[in-house]
Each structure stands twice: as structure tokens, then as C-alpha cells.
């Protein structure tokens, strides 16, 4: 059985590790003060192909991700790790789109790739933690979905079974190829990046990155047709532009707060054995605690 | 037409308290818009569901009862919610930030290309002014919502898409039953006239749910420790306290995250919500994320080390010193001062 598995990855900031200096003044993100990373569940959700594709030889693992040119660094890792090919969905006219705007260019993207079995990606990215493209493109492109996958069992006869978490325990669901699923944190980990595949990709780029290097490598890329890293625009995809980025989301960011907590007064107290029995007695009598 | 809808979740016969909750959220911002509170409940042997849900103030209850639709599946769910506000209209749909809301919600709303927001805070009615088009929408539903890993909060509007569709999770809003005796329609739907045989094509082969086994939500006092305690070990002082204040043990995400302590215990935006009436942090340092979590505590005592430790600003009392050193001296005086 060969299998086509496309992974949605997303190229993310780390708002895991935000510091002192990631807001700034104003009260807006400081992005430069976060790295971009590969959204964490996504990696879950690689690594869940790329079992796929050990257990069937033949399968291809290709990755789609949607950002700015420097999004391309996601295809290079997946690659690294053992995908086979990415495409990079970039387009000024997919800029600020919500959820349902970018599961619309997914999806075209997706019919775009046409041929696929499996379409996974990670629950939830970490700078937005809505889990929703992954039900939307499924929705979109007029097929089931399992979310919350904790780890994909077997393929049987065209039908997929999945162990997944729900709200208090586990269940184990089965449905027909071609599916969506979504990821966990709390599977797998992903493997980490292989030496050979490193030395193999580390030189594919997409189009614009060769010419912003403005190196003629022609050549080179011309025989290696594998380091030539498609990117897609909203034509390429056949996208109505009404439908992606800002004009096609239906939610609007009204206002943004930092956040601030009201201070309250506070007493402090030393370590003592008198101040800590004040304070127990203080509680006992006014019925907070006893 | 046009009314605020709550979508129940229903396990084994029950419904969820978070759905409950949005039922008495969503009877105010109805009181607000001035229009009515409709509640979908849709599984499998509903006959006396009306009686759980109606009390907290439900006008018209739609109802679904049939073979396959428990345990949830997405697809036969999405289909009964997209084919049932085709009909209906709803201007606001409301559900659970769970497995199953969170699962269900973005099916719908990609349907209806209707706008959704994941996990709000807060819930609002009010006007929306766009400068660029020169608009005024009145009486939108202002989606509140942590963004960014929690440092910010951000306020969602929809402004032409309906429904406006909102998860919330679970503990954030109070419920509060509105009247036994509340008169509401009830509605049996034929469900095979909204669902397909074709949704059926996900089956659910095994099913295990346990009972929560903490009761976090519901204690009046909590104990609760961050990375601070420093070891498992130490965690069993929390215990020892709690054991003796009757009191529950919760932990912040950096304590669950060091293995200290079991995940069902974590308190934060990515944990439980709480509301106790007392509130002990130990070596807790106070990240956004846990203070979202706990900030309706009526007291709060911070036992930690670091006098600047970010939790100290909401305490009302600060004991600066180390769990280890703390904890005993206030059992001991508890013993000693309760009888």
C-alpha cells in the first residue's frame, strides 16, 4: 500500500518561552524577541506520518505549510526529518486570515496536491491554540475528521483506525481513507533530523529564496529537480481572493489588551512561627478555613 | 429567528456542566438582546433531558434522539447543527471549549462560513464602529479571549457573518439554575431528516471515561504548588495541609510539566479554572497563564521564597519563605488553634 499523507505544518513564534522584552511598550508583540519555530503538535503530527510511511514503503510524506518566505524553513526541517517533498502556500492576498480563511486556502491548496489518502496536522498551534483549521479543512474539502489523535493503530481494508483523547479517558474510532486528523502534544515525539537527509536538503529552496541569494546555482538545481522547493501563490491554487486573508475572515480583532492584573494589598509575612500562627488563627476566626 | 443558541454536551444520560453554564451565560446576554434562549441536545435515550436542561431559563429545546448519535461522532453532530440553523437563524451559537465543542465547532462555522473564537474568557454584548467601511453594528457579541500564549487579551468581533459562534471552557462562567419550574418548548426532531446515513462512516470502536478524580472545581479551598516545591516528594506537605483543611491539591502547569504531580490536577488557562474561597500558592511563581486560572480566588495566600515572585501582586497575604519551612509551622498551629 502506498500511501500519500500531506502534513499542515505552521510555522510559529514560541509564546512557550515568552521573555521580559516580547512585549513591547506600546503593548503590541515584539516578534522579533520570539523565534520561529515548527508549531510543536505539528512535529506530533509528522512524526505519525512518518511511522506511516516506515510501516509502508512507497508512501509519501509531503508538507504544506502557508506563511512568508521564510516559512520555507518548515519544508526544510520536514525534510530533514524524512519527508519527501513541500509545498509553500505564500501570497501578500493570504495575509491576517483567520481560521476559516486559511483552512479555505488549505483546502485549495490540498486539491491543488489532488492525490492523498492522509491529510494530518497538529491539534492546535501554539500562537492561537484554536484547534480549528484541522476541522475546517476537513469540512472544506468535504471529509471526515478524527481529532485529538494520541497515535494512529492500523490501516485495514481503506479504513483508518486512531487511538484519540477525549474529555476524561480515550477512545479508539476507525474511518475511511481519504481522512483529516489532528494530533495531540502528548503523542509521539518527532524524530530528530537524519545527517544524510541534512547533507541531502540542505541547500532546496524555493524560488525566491534563489533569488534573494543571487547565486546561479542553475545548474545544480537543474539536476537535483529535489532541492527546487515549490511555492504557490493564490492563483497557482486557483483561490478566490474574496475567500483568503483579511477579506475572507469573519472574525475581526476589535481590540487587544496587554494583560494587567489589579494589584491587590498585600500583607507579607516572614517564615516565623508567630506571624504563621496569627495569620491560622486570623483564618480560623473568620471562617476562611476550619 | 434569530435567537442565542447553546449546543449541550451529553455523557452517559448527563449534561455537561459546561454546557450548563453556558445555558445560564447565555440566558443573560438573551436578557440583553432581548431575545430568546434555545438549547440543541442531541445523543441517544433523551426522554427526560428536558428536566436538566429547561430549569436554567431555556425557551425552546431542540431535541434529537436516535440510535448512533452517542457516543458523538463528528459528522452526524455537524450535520444536525449546520441543517438546524439553515432553518433557524440563530444570531449566537455557544458550546463547550472540550474535546467534543472544540471538534464540533469548526465543522459548523466552515460550513456556514460563519466566524468562531476558541476558548473566550469572557462573553459581552455591545456595538462595534468600523471606521473603514463607516459602519455601526449594535449589539454584537464581543468575544473575549487570551491570545499569544496568554499575554494578551484580545476582543473578537463578527460583525456580518451569523451565527457568531463561541467556545468557552469549562469553569469559567457560573451556573445557576434559573427556575425549577421554567416553562419552555420542546421540540422532537426527526433526526433523519438532518442527517445523512452517510455521517456515519466514523465509528467509535472502544470508549473508556473515567470520573474525574479530584473534585478541584468545586472545593472551597485549594493548596496548590508550582515548580517552586521542588519536588514530589515536597508535594506530600501540600497533601498533608490539604488532608487537614479538607481542601483539594492543584498544581501550576511547571509542576505538572516537572512530573510532581499528575496532569488533571493543573490549574491555569490550559488547566481547570477556580474559584475558591481560599487559595494557598506554594513556590508558585505566578505566570499569566496560572493567574487566568485562579484570579476569582476571594483569598489568596503566596508562600514563596522570592519576595518579587509576579503572584505576590494578587495575594492578600505574602509569607516569604519556603514551602518546606511553611507548611509544617501551619499545620502545626492549625492543630493546635482549631479545637
Given amino acids: 500500500m502506498n500511501l500519500k499523507i500531506v502534513v499542515l505544518a505552521k510555522q510559529v513564534p514560541d509564546t512557550r518561552n515568552v521573555g521580559k522584552d516580547a512585549m513591547k511598550a506600546d503593548g503590541t508583540i515584539n516578534r522579533a524577541a520570539l523565534p520561529a519555530i515548527f508549531n510543536p503538535e505539528d512535529l506530533n503530527a509528522l512524526e505519525q506520518a512518518l511511522r506511516l ?72 498551534a501554539i500562537d492561537g491554540d484554536t484547534a480549528q483549521v484541522g476541522p475546517q479543512v476537513a469540512e472544506k474539502l468535504g471529509l471526515p475528521q478524527i481529532t485529538y489523535a494520541e497515535e494512529i493503530l492500523g490501516i485495514n481494508n481503506g479504513r483508518i483506525t486512531v487511538k484519540r483523547h477525549i474529555d476524561g479517558g480515550v477512545e479508539t474510532v476507525e474511518g475511511p481513507l481519504p481522512i483529516v486528523i489532528t494530533v495531540n502534544g502528548s503523542a509521539a515525539p518527532c524524530r530528530p533530523r537524519n545527517a544524510k537527509l541534512v547533507q541531502k536538503y540542505k541547500h532546496a529552496k524555493t524560488v525566491t529564496e534563489k533569488q534573494q541569494g543571487n547565486l546561479d546555482y542553475t545548474e545544480l538545481y537543474n539536476k537535483r529537480d529535489y532541492l527546487n522547493l515549490v511555492e504557490w501563490s493564490v492563483t497557482d491554487v486557483n483561490g478566490d481572493t474574496a475567500q483568503c486573508g483579511l477579506s475572507g475572515s469573519p472574525t475581526k480583532v476589535k481590540t487587544i489588551q496587554n494583560i494587567v492584573f489589579q494589584a491587590k494589598e498585600s500583607k507579607t509575612l516572614p517564615a516565623a512561627d508567630r506571624e504563621i500562627e496569627d495569620l491560622i488563627v486570623e483564618l480560623l476566626a473568620n471562617h476562611t478555613i476550619g | 429567528m434569530n435567537n442565542l443558541f447553546v449546543y449541550c454536551e451529553i455523557e452517559e444520560g448527563n449534561v455537561a456542566d459546561v454546557s450548563l453554564e453556558l445555558l445560564t451565560k447565555g440566558r443573560s446576554l438573551a436578557n440583553q438582546l432581548n431575545c430568546q434562549l434555545e438549547a440543541i441536545a442531541a445523543g441517544t435515550g433523551l426522554e427526560d433531558i428536558d428536566k436538566q436542561i429547561i430549569p436554567y431559563g431555556v425557551d425552546r429545546l431542540h431535541i434529537f434522539d436516535a440510535p448512533g448519535l452517542y457516543p458523538y461522532t463528528s459528522l452526524p453532530h455537524a450535520s444536525i447543527l449546520i441543517n438546524l440553523f439553515k432553518e433557524e437563524q440563530p444570531q449566537i451559537c455557544l458550546m463547550g471549549a472540550t474535546v467534543i465543542g472544540r471538534d464540533l465547532g469548526p465543522r459548523v462555522s466552515s460550513a456556514l462560513t460563519s466566524g468562531l473564537t476558541a476558548d473566550c474568557t469572557a462573553l459581552e454584548i455591545g456595538d462595534h464602529e468600523d471606521k473603514k467601511e463607516n459602519k455601526v453594528y449594535k449589539n454584537l457579541l464581543y468575544q473575549i479571549r487570551p491570545a499569544f500564549g496568554g499575554n494578551i487579551v484580545a476582543t473578537i468581533v463578527n460583525p456580518e457573518h451569523r451565527p457568531q459562534m463561541a467556545t468557552v471552557r469549562e469553569g469559567v462562567m457560573k451556573k445557576q439554575i434559573l427556575s425549577p419550574d421554567y416553562k419552555g418548548e420542546i421540540i422532537r426532531h426527526e433526526a433523519g431528516k438532518y442527517v445523512n446515513d452517510t455521517d456515519f462512516v466514523v465509528k467509535v470502536i472502544e470508549r473508556h471515561v473515567e470520573k474525574a478524580q479530584n473534585n478541584l472545581k468545586g472545593a472551597p479551598i485549594i493548596v496548590a504548588g508550582g515548580y517552586g516545591v521542588g519536588s514530589k516528594e515536597n508535594f506530600q506537605l501540600l ?83 519556603t514551602v518546606e519551612d511553611v507548611i509544617p509551622k501551619m499545620i502545626k498551629y492549625y492543630k493546635q488553634n482549631s479545637k
Wanted: include cysteine; aromatic fraction near 6%; charged fraction near 20%.
Fill in chain 1, 53 to 124: 510511511k516506515d510501516q509502508y514503503p512507497g508512501s509519501t510524506v509531503t508538507i504544506l505549510t502557508m506563511g512568508p518566505g521564510r516559512a520555507a524553513d518548515i519544508i526544510r526541517e520536514g525534510l530533514f526529518r524524512g519527508a519527501d517533498n513541500g509545498y509553500l502556500l505564500t501570497d501578500r492576498a493570504f495575509a491576517g486570515a483567520d481560521t476559516l480563511a486559511t483552512s479555505y486556502a488549505l483546502a485549495t491548496a490540498i486539491r491543488k496536491i489532488k492525490d492523498f489518502d492522509i491529510i494530518i496536522g497538529g491539534r492546535q
Fill in chain 2, 239 to 321: 497533601f498533608d495541609l490539604a488532608k487537614i483543611l479538607n481542601a483539594e491539591v492543584g498544581a501550576s502547569r511547571a509542576a505538572v510539566d516537572a512530573g510532581f504531580i499528575e496532569h488533571d490536577r493543573q490549574i491555569g488557562q490550559t488547566g481547570i479554572t477556580v474559584r475558591p474561597k481560599l487559595y494557598i500558592a506554594c513556590g508558585i511563581s505566578g505566570q499569566i497563564q496560572h493567574i487566568a486560572g485562579m484570579q476569582e480566588s476571594s483569598m489568596i495566600i503566596s508562600i514563596n521564597n522570592d519576595p518579587n515572585a509576579p503572584i505576590n501582586a494578587i495575594a492578600d497575604y505574602v509569607i516569604n519563605g
